[in-house]
């Protein structure tokens, strides 16, 4: 079957940094995609990888690697605003996206 | 300007009733998706839908019916609500069509639904 993995919930502190970690298993491989939710809010596109390696975009980057079926969001410099959820998809052969359900991330003072 | 919008934001009924939930996009995409978000946190794809095909989830059951009247419109009709039915309802759309690798989706703020 398929299956996205990924922590319920994290804890960081502010200006810290903190790597979200994700295990995909799809049928076929499209890419895999991470996005943030706030509390009561849409979730919304925060990256994008389907070669392995590092995208780096600001304060956040993204990590894959595809034989491992892996993945990890990096944010650095934490900030309060960062609390949220954070969804990892992989995106399967027929394009179709599997949700993992979300990790809860905390970032205290 | 909110580029996907869904109306409305909240909605409670009562078992057995039907109802709707509308959904606008401004951003010209032409694909437009309906997801549901239960209390798991779990998306699952409802449908999606472009001018030329609409890809149903075999496990969505028919009381659930996606209608567009145009392409920037995908509204979500319930019939027959039942107490499992209650959930926050996404809807989303994106640039690409369905089948594409980068296709970035913009949700909508979500309806919460609460069947009594």
């Known amino acids: 079957g398929q299956n996205i993995d990924q922590p319920t919930e994290m804890t960081a502190t502010e200006g810290a940094i903190v790597q979200i970690n994700c295990t995909y298993q799809t049928s076929g491989f499209n890419g895999l995609f991470w996005y943030q939710q706030h509390a009561g809010e849409a979730p919304t596109f925060l990256s994008y990888n389907v070669l392995d390696g590092l995208e780096e975009k600001g304060r956040f980057s993204s990590f894959l690697s595809r034989s491992k079926g892996y993945s990890y969001l990096l944010l650095k410099e934490l900030q309060m605003k960062d609390s949220a959820s954070y969804l990892c998809a992989g995106m399967d052969s027929n394009y179709q996206l599997i949700w993992g359900a979300g990790t809860k991330l905390i970032i205290k003072p | 300007d909110t580029a996907v919008s869904q109306t409305p934001k909240y909605l409670v009924t009562q078992m057995g009733n039907d109802k709707s939930i509308k959904c606008e996009q401004n951003l010209g995409h032409d694909t437009m998706y309906w997801y549901k978000q239960d209390s798991k946190k779990f998306l699952k794809i409802m449908f999606s839908?472009?001018?030329?095909?609409?890809?149903i989830n075999e496990t969505v059951p028919n009381r659930f019916s996606p209608k567009s009247p145009d392409k920037a419109h995908l509204n979500l009709h319930i019939n027959s609500l039942e107490l499992g039915d209650s959930a926050v309802y996404f809807c989303?759309?994106?640039?690409?069509?369905?089948?594409?690798?980068?296709?970035?989706?913009?949700f909508g703020a979500g309806s919460r639904l609460t069947v009594l």
């Open positions: 989303a759309s994106s640039r690409e069509g369905s089948s594409s690798g980068a296709n970035v989706l913009t």
């Open positions: 839908y472009n001018n030329k095909e609409l890809i």
